[in-house]
């Protein structure tokens, strides 16, 4: 994926995200809008593997290495961040409070991201940082929506 798309893709997903937090801090839990954000950041980090050039063995171990390590730490914090948030059910189901951390979280990663991808552009290591970054952002908001499910199956009993 080129930067440019890249960009523009990143965009839309914290426009999303903006946009959800807008609507309120207390939303109702909805299958299909909670899961929207992480099937596009799973697309965009799926994207971004697919076109790096890993010649040898070893650097597809290390891109492999980086996804699981970043994954993994993004998947803990998620599910940290998912502990810390309300949960309450009403007539109409499982009402959660939202706040804008996950927003600016995920926004300084990205950045971060693009900060190394700029000043090292063409190096190894960027390309490792850059998975890893995505991976962390990803497993954040993977590990957040696990838990805010988990949590609706839970209240639904």
Partial sequence: MNPQS????SLIIIFLMFAGVMRGKVKHFNPVMIWLVPVLLLSMTAEEVLHIPAATPAAQISIT???????C???GIGLLRGKSMHFDSDANGMIYRNSYASVIFFTVVLLFKWAVSAFFAGSPFAALLSIALLAVSCG??????????????????
């Fill in 6 to 9: 890249m960009g523009y893709f």
């Fill in 73 to 75: 730490a993004g998947l």
């Fill in 65 to 71: 290495l980086a996804l699981i390590v970043g994954g």
């Fill in 140 to 157: 954040s908001i993977v590990g957040r929506r696990i838990f805010i499910t988990y949590k609706a199956v839970q209240l639904a009993k």
